[in-house]
Nanobody, 124 residues
Framework: QVTESGGGSVPAGASLRLSCAAS????????MAWYRQAPGKEREFVAV????????YSADSVKGRFIISRDNAKNMVYLQMNNLRLEDTAIYYC???????????????????WGHGTQVTVSS
């Protein structure tokens, strides 16, 4: 089970940090990823971090602005979002997968556990 928190409404240029808590199987066994879905659009990949935190992939649209990290001691994964833009407005979802390679999170079908999402709204 995964649960997101930390969403909100912010002005463009602001920062937010999303958090995701995972329970069940030991957290260190999960690759963790963030996705988002904007109104009227398909869900898209944002970033993924491997079990040991050594491998990270990010979408081109967020590179240099969003940072994914994890704390295995706290069973948490984070998404630090800086310099938010209007187009970052979306529901953000956390996903976990203990088996599929982290790199595959960039494509469809990844993730064995998903949260319910947290809304991020960026306004001008």
């Amino acid at each position: 089970q995964v649960t997101e928190s930390g969403g909100g409404s912010v002005p463009a240029g602001a920062s937010l940090r999303l958090s995701c808590a995972a329970s069940g199987r030991p957290f260190k066994f999960y690759h963790m990823a963030w996705y988002r879905q904007a109104p009227g659009k398909e869900r898209e990949f944002v970033a993924v971090i491997s079990r040991d935190g050594e491998t990270i992939y990010s979408a081109d649209s967020v590179k240099g602005r969003f940072i994914i990290s994890r704390d295995n001691a706290k069973n948490m994964v984070y998404l630090q979002m800086n310099n938010l833009r209007l187009e970052d407005t979306a529901i953000y979802y956390c996903a976990a997968d203990p088996l599929a390679d982290a790199a595959l999170a960039q494509g469809p079908g990844w993730g064995s556990a998903w949260g319910h999402g947290t809304q991020v709204t960026v306004s001008s």
